[in-house]
């Protein structure tokens, strides 16, 4: 069904567009190319500025990393996102994984990653927000709420945990206790790696110069994305509203969040496409070029320098990864003998 869709989708923009493909190809061909590098290089102000928002998550529980390396990072986990079918799921997998090679643990690195996430589409639900109010029309408060909330729920917990963690062993040993007596476990099990747990939640110090810092480099990795956008539209000789353009962005990023193509192939084209002529006002064929020059620089040049960065830097790490699984084998099976 979902393929049916797309297809009538991409047929639909073909016929649409048909006539306007030459005016198109004439915009590109008479692109201004500094804007079109400047372009380029506020895609990577945007993605540097999201590896400062891990760098300053994962400062915040204990784990120090340079920016070179956590940058990295997110070239290689955006490469596989946008590239791979169910890319978000490597991506995550990948990250959870160096940042543990990093020395953080399992909490640290689940936290990271979670509140990075939220932060993220909080910034997203903020420009969307801002362009429906700019336009003139209503806003989805919901679509607001949820992640400020998410962000507070989770700085709560942890902030409770690490100035109560008696309190809070105490509850999670009862409940254990309780788990234990109904599997008919040993009353202790499972104890201490309970304890070890709420060790890791104390030692996420996130304070308020920290949640700034990080909501910071978050406003700007949005905020560069949106720039580059607008760049595009510059460099093939567009004018778009800004309103307009924080919708159009915001409409791309979340119809491309939707599991199907990789990267949101095909789908987050003919949204932006449709976008930019109806909410930046901007015409068909500028539309198109326009398009193409943002998903060429946002989507297939990160995509390249990603996997060029994970061929140089994490490849070695699967051998890694596969020698260490082997010597634990090996260990189970001599203990076994």
Not at 124 to 131: E, F, K, N
Not at 201 to 222: C, E, I, K, M, Y
Not at 286 to 293: D, K, P, R, T
Request: net charge positive.
């Amino acid at each position: 069904m979902l393929a049916v869709a797309l297809l009538a989708l991409l047929v639909g923009e073909g016929v649409y567009l048909a006539p306007r493909l030459h005016e198109s190809w004439r915009a590109l061909t008479e692109m201004h190319w500094g804007i079109a590098l400047a372009c380029v290089v506020a895609q990577a102000v945007s993605l540097s500025a999201f590896a400062r928002v891990q760098k300053q998550l994962l400062a915040a529980g204990g784990v120090r990393v340079s920016q070179r390396r956590s940058l990295s990072v997110i070239y290689a986990s955006t490469a596989m996102s946008v590239t791979l079918p169910a890319g978000q799921v490597f991506s995550t997998a990948f990250t959870y994984r160096e940042t543990r090679r990093w020395g953080a643990s399992p909490v640290v690195a689940s936290w990271q990653l979670a509140i990075s996430g939220v932060i993220a589409a909080l910034g997203l639900a903020l420009l969307g927000v801002s362009g429906a109010l700019l336009v003139g029309g209503s806003a989805n408060t919901t679509t607001l709420v949820l992640p400020v909330a998410g962000v507070v729920a989770l700085v709560v917990a942890v902030r409770y945990v690490r100035a109560h963690p008696r309190s809070i062993v105490a509850v999670g040993r009862w409940g254990l206790a309780k788990y234990n007596a109904i599997r008919g476990n040993a009353a202790d099990a499972g104890r201490a790696r309970l304890d070890a747990i709420v060790d890791q939640v104390t030692s996420v110090r996130l304070g308020p110069r920290d949640a700034a810092a990080a909501a910071g480099f978050s406003a700007v990795h949005r905020l560069a994305d949106v720039a580059c956008l607008a760049l595009a539209c510059f460099a093939v000789g567009a004018d778009p509203t800004i309103y307009g353009l924080l919708l159009v962005f915001s409409a791309g990023k979340t119809v491309g969040s939707i599991p199907g193509a990789p990267g949101g192939l095909v789908i987050v084209d003919a949204t932006l496409i449709a976008t930019l002529t109806t909410a930046a006002s901007i015409s068909a064929s500028q539309a198109v070029a326009a398009a193409l020059v943002y998903r060429v620089v946002s989507f297939v040049l990160v995509a390249v320098v990603g996997w060029v960065v994970f061929l140089a830097l994490f490849r070695s790490h699967r051998l890694e990864d596969a020698r260490t699984e082997f010597e634990q084998e090996s260990e189970r099976t001599a203990a076994g003998e």
